[in-house]
């Protein structure tokens, strides 16, 4: 009996995945009278977004900060229900790892001139390491010509800001990016923070559960759902039929996919019924997932300076050389940055195949190793103590995950229409749209961000409410 009422269920619209995209895309419909179910693998609402108590407060494990506020669904969402967000300082402060703080204003000078680098876009596609290189190299022949010829001092600026680079993108190397981009931010301030109430708010307000809020009435959510296989059908009137692991068929006049690139990478194959086009299928082998990951330390109470949001680890040749080669990872974690949701926590980055080899590694050993780093760069200037806690993300070994982002490397530009392919719905025979596709990877212009997971399950979501739009 239970089995057969679960097979004949019939929704307007199923979307699969439950973060960003996926819970605009549900509440838009929902709140314009459509019956909706969302089906969510994980246990949790919020994919890459996850807010935990930690500390004193809450931390952050994905996504940090609203990247921009004009326009961004998510700032409006913020501001329209009178949630304060507030401004974070992004400045940083330099730490050597022979524990002194020699030349800190310089260090700083030349991370500020930068920074704005990583976000160029470039018309001629060279690898974002040559372009830095050599655009920094042009700024000190005007301003500080005897560093030229201090090529340790080089090396070792140029391997901190390539780690810097694996902040923003993702990336392993600074070599795998490429110069070449139609990415664009966002207008206004793009480091505010949901500070104590957490990211997680933006899904209590999309959802209207917010303080205890009744939801939406025509919204079912299940978790724990894994989507095994989604039958498409080509005649027209004919429900797309959803089946989960644990067996349960859904049916719906069509379905809406959320689920990150790498996800989809690795199952399409045996996902989708009919296969996908092609030209989906090469949109998806063509690009490159990167990964950033969080270890979040907590303490008795802050000890760290609070001059600078950011502590930057800056490494010296010498002393680099001398780290055991099983524990060379240590040398790629960028820096340390506390935040507002939590007064006596700590946050430190690593990003690449280095994040995808710390989530291998035993969490004790982490936390103890990621003490002496620390201790190593801090110690000469206060005391270090021991932690009380540790938390991280781990984004690449989660199944339902299997990444953070999509950026523009290398190799994937030479599919430049890869995120525009892969956005496109399928559609039935009569031409109406049975497949549609969502998250922040499909969005032309401001890919790897929050804001653009929501703009594009809003897209799909009104594309299925002004049904003459299939394009």
């Not at 930068?114 to 470039?122: G, K």
């Not at 022949?141 to 993702?170: M, N, Q, R, S």
């Not at 990211?199 to 009744?214: A, M, R, V």
């Not at 007064?343 to 004790?364: F, Q, R, Y």
């Amino acid at each position: 009996m239970c089995c057969n009422f679960w097979s004949t269920m019939q929704y307007d619209t199923i979307v699969i995945g439950l973060g960003v995209a996926g819970v605009t895309a549900a509440s838009t419909l929902a709140r314009a009278g459509k019956k909706v179910l969302g089906l969510e693998a994980q246990d949790r609402i919020g994919g890459r977004v996850n807010t935990v108590p930690f500390g004193d407060g809450v931390v952050e494990l994905g996504a940090e900060w609203i990247h921009g506020q004009y326009p961004s669904r998510i700032y409006d969402t913020a501001v329209q229900n009178n949630i304060s967000v507030l401004s974070e300082d992004i400045t940083m402060g330099v730490y050597k790892s022979d524990g002194t703080r020699d030349n800190h204003e310089l260090i700083n000078e030349l991370i500020t001139y930068c920074l704005p680098l990583i976000e160029d876009a470039y018309t001629e596609e060279e690898s974002l390491g040559a372009y830095i290189t050599r655009k920094l190299k042009d700024h000190l022949k005007e301003t500080h010509p005897e560093l030229l010829k201090d090529k340790d001092f080089l090396e070792e600026f140029l391997a901190l800001i390539d780690l810097i680079v694996g902040f923003v993108k993702g990336s392993s190397s600074w070599n795998d990016v490429s110069t070449k981009t139609n990415y664009k931010g966002l207008d206004g301030n793009r480091f505010l923070c949901w500070h104590r109430n957490g990211y997680k708010t933006f899904f209590e307000l999309q959802l209207n559960t917010y303080q205890g809020g009744p939801g939406l009435p025509t919204l079912d959510i299940k978790l724990n759902s894994e989507v095994t296989k989604i039958v498409w059908p080509q005649q027209p009137s004919t429900p797309v039929e959803v089946t989960c692991k644990d067996g349960k068929v859904y049916k719906a006049n069509n379905v809406i996919v959320t689920i990150p690139v790498g996800v989809l990478k690795e199952r399409h194959t045996s996902l989708f019924t009919p296969p996908l086009p092609s030209e989906k299928v090469n949109a998806l082998s063509s690009m490159t997932v990167g990964v950033l990951d969080k270890i979040v330390l907590s303490f008795d109470k802050p000890w760290w300076p609070n001059t600078s949001r950011f502590l930057v680890f800056l490494w010296k040749g010498d002393d680099k050389k001398k780290v055991a080669k099983e524990d060379f990872w240590i040398t790629k974690i960028f820096g340390a940055s506390s935040h507002l949701g939590s007064d006596n926590t700590l946050t430190l980055w690593t990003s690449g195949e280095t994040a995808k080899l710390v989530e291998t590694i035993p969490e004790e050993v982490v936390k103890r190793k990621t003490v002496d780093l620390l201790r190593k760069f801090l110690g000469a200037h206060v005391t270090v103590p021991e932690p009380t806690g540790i938390v991280r993300s781990t984004w690449y070994s989660n199944p339902y995950i299997r990444g953070c982002f999509p950026f523009d490397s290398v190799s994937s530009t030479k599919n430049p229409t890869s995120r525009a392919d892969l956005g496109k719905p399928l559609l039935d025979s009569a031409g109406s749209p049975k497949v549609l596709f969502a998250g922040e990877a499909l969005d032309l212009n401001h890919f790897t961000n929050a804001h653009a997971a929501s703009e594009s399950g809003y897209r799909e979501a009104t594309r299925l409410l002004t049904p003459s739009s299939t394009n």
